[in-house]
């Protein structure tokens, strides 16, 4: 996924008409060894992490390997995850005329969309940092967060995925279909 990440950069720009768009990762800070260290010698456990910029549009490179610090600006407030909801209470399971109980509904996951943040003027909001002298405009940052499937069980997962949405477009085509036949016999 990394070796497409400056494209994605890149179709964000386009698609957007965006005059600026980079792309940060969040990681540990690493710290400086020495050639008789371990391999692990660079971790710092207790360290908080940071955004590392790893992509930029051409006009904006000099982003690229700046580091942002939790107390720094915005962006950061993105990755403070908001406390779990509660959880639904259950209700007493509906019953009919005689006494059995009728199944609810199967309802269907909601889509889940990406954690965003949108700052309208960013010469009027105090916390937002600049790397470089600041410019008249908005600020849009978005958490994007994918799964790898370098293991077994993601790709049986992507696979099952797509069958399901096979199935689901096969199904909608056919109520399509007799929707579009019914509609046919209602006009002659």
């Given amino acids: 996924m990394t070796d497409q990440l400056q494209n994605l950069n890149d179709h964000l720009q386009v698609g957007t008409k965006a005059t600026a768009v980079y792309i940060g990762k969040m990681v540990l800070p690493k710290k400086s060894i020495n050639d008789t260290d371990n391999d692990q010698a660079h971790i710092q456990a207790d360290a908080v992490p940071h955004i590392n910029f790893g992509y930029a549009d051409p006009e904006h490179n000099f982003i690229v390997d700046k580091i942002l610090k939790p107390d720094q600006g915005v962006t950061y407030e993105l990755f403070n995850d908001a406390p779990p909801e509660e959880a639904e209470a259950e209700a007493a399971p509906e019953v009919d005329d005689e006494g059995n109980e009728i199944p609810k509904p ?70 399509k279909q007799a929707h579009e036949k019914q509609q046919a016999e209602l006009q002659e």
């Fill in 106 to 175: 199967v309802k269907e996951p909601e889509e889940i969309l990406p954690k965003k943040l949108v700052v309208n003027e960013v010469v009027r909001e105090s916390k937002i940092h600049f790397f470089k002298v600041p410019k008249l405009g908005s600020y849009m940052a978005i958490r994007l967060e994918y799964e790898t499937c370098l293991f077994e069980e993601a790709l049986d997962s992507g696979v099952s995925d797509a069958l399901a949405i096979n199935e689901k477009a096969r199904i909608q085509q056919e109520e």
